[in-house]
């Protein structure tokens, strides 16, 4: 083979990669500009007919939502903090200046309720069954401090 002819073939199949990558942003281009109208209007006119069927809902809710479509760069409305009530917002202030204090405070209260309950046998399933296997009965006992753990470690916001 000659240099000259290889290069013609690799200069031909370059030509071809650059039309192909053009027409592929085109396409990219003419794709970005379609779905942008989608989200701000919620029209299409050459959209699936499902899609077609499902625009005037989405209309109408915007509209009863109001309206505005923020740009996907834009931030937020309102910061999440902001919209919490006040007094829920001192309350979680509140608990993140006391959270070195309160943690352990919680946990040993855990401890002492849970073995104050099962002294006095209030734990449904610390009474187990009869014909019950002892493994069973410690599996039950794990899960049921594994939730009364969950349950005093479960955040405000959560509930």
């Known amino acids: 083979m000659q240099p000259d002819t290889m290069s013609e073939g690799g200069t031909d199949e370059l030509a071809n990669l650059r039309v192909e990558l053009d027409t ?4 990219a281009a003419h794709d970005e500009a379609v779905l942008t109208q989608l989200v701000e209007t919620l029209h299409w006119d050459g959209a699936p007919r499902a899609l ?7 209309r109408a809710l915007r509209r009863l939502s109001g309206g505005g479509i923020s740009s996907p ?16 917002r001192i309350a979680m202030r509140l608990f993140e200046k006391t959270r070195p204090i309160s943690l352990p405070l919680a946990r040993r209260m855990h ?5 104050l309950l099962e002294r006095e046998e209030k734990l449904s399933q610390r009474d187990p069954a009869p014909g019950v296997a002892p493994a069973t009965a410690d599996l039950l006992r794990s899960i049921e401090s594994a939730m009364l753990t969950l349950a005093l470690q479960r955040r405000p916001e959560n509930s």
């Open 73 to 88: 760069a834009a931030p937020p409305a309102a910061p999440v903090g902001a919209r919490r009530g006040l007094p829920t």
């Open 52 to 58: 077609r069927t499902v625009l005037p809902l989405a």
């Open 24 to 27: 592929a942003r085109a396409a």
């Open 111 to 115: 401890r002492v309720l849970g073995r």
